[in-house]
């Protein structure tokens, strides 16, 4: 098993462009979530999923967009890029709500 | 709002315990424990329950103190490898609601010959 897989590892936009950050699990778990890593801040919750179909704003949501077509997939959207979106990003998956998190090896995000 | 961790940063030399205390303002469903290395992803350590179920490494050891919202993660003879940030994450509510964790912001660990 590959795990959660992120695609960039390292990514540089301009303020105002958008892109896509790829997240996949292969582990068949229902819970997936994108977290955003600051300096100083620890982790914060961007958008998360219980099922394909189904995803829900968490602490940031501001400025991201989700979907869950699929169970393996969970592709977070940036709309249109900020200085302030400058940061790391993690998707991590679960089994269920009573099980450990497995991160992704994270995105590397800059925006000038 | 996000649980307080302490110490923010503590060095040890090998085969020093050390104890992380983790502290929420709200009632909690669920208390994650995570290990950060530098430039890497956060590693799983421990999952503490309401009710007392624990689901996690033999090695590593946590307490969770519901009516206190509070847990602690316990490092005993600690080792080299032990060196990283851990987090403690937290889910409120009675039943959980899809691991939707808050997080600390960290507590640096530096372990030394």
């Known amino acids: 098993n590959a795990g959660v897989t992120q695609t960039p590892k390292f990514q540089v936009l301009k303020t105002g462009q958008s892109m896509t950050l790829q997240c996949a699990q292969d582990?068949?778990?229902?819970?997936m979530s994108w977290y955003r890593q600051d300096p100083g801040m620890g982790l914060r919750l961007i958008h998360y999923?219980?099922?394909?179909?189904?995803?829900d704003q968490g602490e940031v949501p501001n400025g991201y967009n989700v979907s869950r077509s699929t169970t393996e997939d969970f592709p977070l959207r940036l709309l249109s890029a900020a200085p302030s979106q400058t940061s790391v990003y993690f998707c991590?998956?679960?089994?269920?709500?009573?099980?450990?998190?497995?991160f992704g090896n994270g995105t590397r995000l800059t925006v000038t | 709002q996000q649980p307080v961790q302490s110490p923010q940063a503590v060095i040890l030399r090998e085969g020093e315990d050390a104890v992380i205390n983790c502290s929420s303002s709200k009632a909690l469903y669920s208390v994650h424990w995570y290990r950060q290395k530098h430039g890497e992803a956060p590693v799983f350590l421990m999952i503490l329950l309401k009710g007392g179920e624990q689901k996690g490494h033999e090695k590593i050891s946590a307490s969770f103190n519901e009516k206190k919202q509070q847990s602690s993660l316990y490092l005993t003879a600690s080792q080299l490898s032990y060196s990283g940030t851990y987090f403690c994450g937290t889910e409120g509510g009675l039943t959980g609601g899809g691991n939707k964790l808050t997080f600390g912001t960290g507590t640096q660990l530096k372990v030394e010959l």
């Open positions: 999923s219980v099922g394909a179909g189904i995803t």
């Open positions: 582990m068949n778990h229902e819970y």
């Open positions: 991590a998956s679960s089994y269920d709500l009573n099980s450990p998190l497995h």
